[in-house]
Structure formats: C-alpha cells, structure tokens
C-alpha cells in the first residue's frame, strides 16, 4: 500500500501545481495527515495553487477532511477531482454547514424551553390529580368494604416511617431548640426581657418550627425511600404485575403509604416539638437561668392550646403532600438507574416546596388565630 504523499511544479507564470499521490486513507499505517497538512500549508494559503487528485488511489473521510479544513471547507475550480472524490467532499462540505447551523443560536430557543416547561409542569398537575382522584375512590371503596383494608402494608409504612424516624428527629429537634435558645438568650438579656424565651420558643417551635423540620426530614427520609421503593417495582415489572392480576396498585402500593404518612405525622410533630423545646429550655436555664420547671409551667400559659391543634393540622397536612408527592414522582419512573436516581432527587424537592408552599397558605389563612 502506497503512502499519502505529493509532488509540487510550477507553470510558467510561476503558480504552483501540487499533485497528491498514493493512498489518502488511514488504512495505511505510515500516514500522518497532521504532518501532511503541515507541509501542505504554503500551498494552502496561496488561492492561485492548482490541486490534482487525479493520481489518489484511495482517498477516505480521513484524508478529505485534512484538505478541505486547508481550502476553508469549499471547493473551487483550481482543483481536479475524480467523480467518487467529489462525491466524498461534497457530503463533508454538507455535514460542515450543517453542524455550523446548529451552533447558531437561535433566538426562539429561550421560548421553546419555557414552553417545554410548562407543558411538563402541566402534565404533572395532570397525573398528579389523576393520582389523587384514584386515591380518594380507593378510600371510598374501603368504606363499603372495610375487610379489604391493606393493614399489613399500612401498619409496616407507619413503622417504617413513624417509629424509625424517632431517633433522628429527636436529635435534630433538640439541637435545633439549643441554637434557637442561645441565640434568643443574648438578645433578650441584653433588653432585660429574659422571661420571654418562653414565649418566643413555645410559639416558634410549637406553631411552626416543629411541623417544618418534622416534613422537612420526613420529605427526605421517608418521602425518597418511597419513591424508590415503587421506582424499583416499576423497574423489576411488579406493578405490571398487579395490573395484570387484576390488583388495584393504588390499593396496594399508594394508599397504605400515604395513609401511613399521613397518620404518624401529627405524633412526629409531637415528639419533634417536644425535643425543640426541650432543647431551648436547656439552653435558657444555662444562659439565663431559667429553671425547666418554670419553663414548662410557663409555656402553657403564653402560648395558646388552639397553637398545639394547628401544629398537629399543619403535620396532618404536610404528611399527606409529602407522600402523596413520593408516589407520583415512583409512579413515573422508567426502567433504567438513571430515571431512578432523578426522580428520587426530584421528589424530595418538590415535597419540600409543597410542604413551605402549604405551610405559607396555611399560615396566612390562620394569621388571627392564637397569636
């Protein structure tokens, strides 16, 4: 096989007349089409330079692109091709300005990504009512038949998402009353207003710290492990399963889930509100001194009971969105890891905006009430 290679003459009017030779293809191992280019490049830049191709034996994309990126992509009349090799520059060329159009940047692009955008956001609302309406005919269905309740499924969610949330919540409920209690302690010493951590802290964590951080942690514990759960039976066909053996998979996937949520919310509210404020009573009685006892016999009598039935709503409420939000988001996961992975992460999310966003209606529909 003969190498690329070439031979350079002039005319009598002193313009140079390069001819290619050989094999133009990188099926020959001794072509270097840099060092070629290299050598070629006084000729490329000289516009009267005529080219013969006429004794190329083979030429492939390869070796075409190393001399059309020398003529600046364009064929002219100083060059002699064979009919295939003109054949071969021309696609090239093609393919160039093509690739060189979708570089443009096109002014409607910003457009058609709002546009995508809200024709997604509006199919999410879509499948998200639909979700939503099924749920409630399988809540009405249980009515009339009671015996066909899912207990096991209901009770293993409240465990799972109830009992072995205690832990973690207990300590980041705690160590959030200690930061809130040690930052108020300084402000309120430095105006002599000691006694009123109390009613700071009762009213912060019991209205609106509490139901928060509950959903903010249930969203990313209990909210993801769903939605992976059903994205896993999405992937390994389970709910194709159930379809086909006639079982309702709202009855059997969603529903226990989100009844589950939805019944421990308002107990983890408790028990996270309890820890908050026994966090802040810790902190008061180091800074201030301000004795638990006092704390506690104190805070009833500031904060209103109407706040305490509220805060256990807004758990009741943010539980319901939050898993309601886990199931949309694994129903809709396609057969592959990396859906999975995204739907997970958006399903957290979107929990915790749903969570703020309910948690900022609610709290402008019950601005007048105990406060």
């Known amino acids: 096989m003969t190498a690329a290679s ?3 003459t002039q005319d009598g009017q002193g313009r140079h007349h390069v001819q290619l030779l050989g094999q133009w293809s990188l099926r020959v191992s001794l072509n270097d089409f840099a060092k070629l280019k290299k050598s070629l490049q006084p000729f490329f830049a000289d516009n009267f330079t005529k080219w ?3 004794e190329v034996h083979q030429l492939d994309a390869a070796g075409a692109a190393t001399l059309l990126s020398g003529w600046e992509n364009k064929l002219n009349d100083n060059i002699s091709l064979k009919p295939e090799h003109a054949e071969l520059f021309n696609t090239l060329i093609s393919l160039a300005k093509t690739s060189d159009k979708k570089t443009v940047s096109d002014w409607l692009s910003p457009l058609n990504s709002l546009g995508k955008g809200v024709l997604q956001f509006m199919h999410h609302i879509v499948e998200f009512s639909r979700l939503l309406v099924s749920l409630l005919i399988e809540i009405a269905y249980l009515f009339r038949h009671p015996q066909d309740f899912p207990w096991r499924e209901f009770s293993a969610n409240v465990y799972k998402s109830g009992v072995n949330a205690l832990p973690v919540t207990a300590l980041l409920g705690f160590m959030i009353g200690i930061v809130m209690g040690y930052l108020m302690s300084k402000q309120l010493h430095t105006f002599g207003a000691d ?8 009213l912060s964590i019991i209205r609106e710290l ?3 951080l509950m959903a903010v942690l249930v969203a990313g514990r209990s ?4 939605t992976a759960q059903i994205g896993v039976m999405r992937v390994t066909d389970e709910i194709d399963a159930l379809t086909t053996m006639g079982i309702s998979r709202t009855l059997r996937v969603v529903l226990p889930k989100v009844l589950g949520l939805t019944f421990v919310s308002p107990l983890l509210v408790l028990w996270t509100s309890s820890w908050a404020l026994t966090g802040g009573a810790f902190a008061s009685n180091l800074e201030l001194g301000i004795s638990f006892r006092f704390f506690f016999d104190y805070l009833p009598l500031v904060v209103q009971p109407i706040n305490l039935t509220l805060s256990l709503l807004k758990g009741l409420m943010f539980g319901f969105v939050v898993a309601l939000v886990a199931c949309h988001f694994g129903l809709r996961i396609k057969p592959n890891t990396e859906s999975l992975s995204n739907s ?8 915790i905006s749903g969570v ?3 948690n900022a209606i609610f709290a402008i529909l019950t601005r007048s009430i105990g406060v």
Do not use: K
């Not at 006694?195 to 009762?202: F, P, S, T």
């Not at 909210?223 to 769903?226: E, L, Q, Y």
């Open 223 to 226: 909210g993801s492990a769903m």
């Open 344 to 351: 997970t992460t958006s399903s957290v999310v979107t929990a």
């Open 195 to 202: 006694v009123y951590i109390v009613n700071i802290l009762g």
């Open 52 to 54: 013969d191709l006429l």
């Open 210 to 212: 509490g139901p928060v």
């Open 6 to 8: 070439f031979r350079v």
């Open 356 to 358: 703020i966003l309910v």
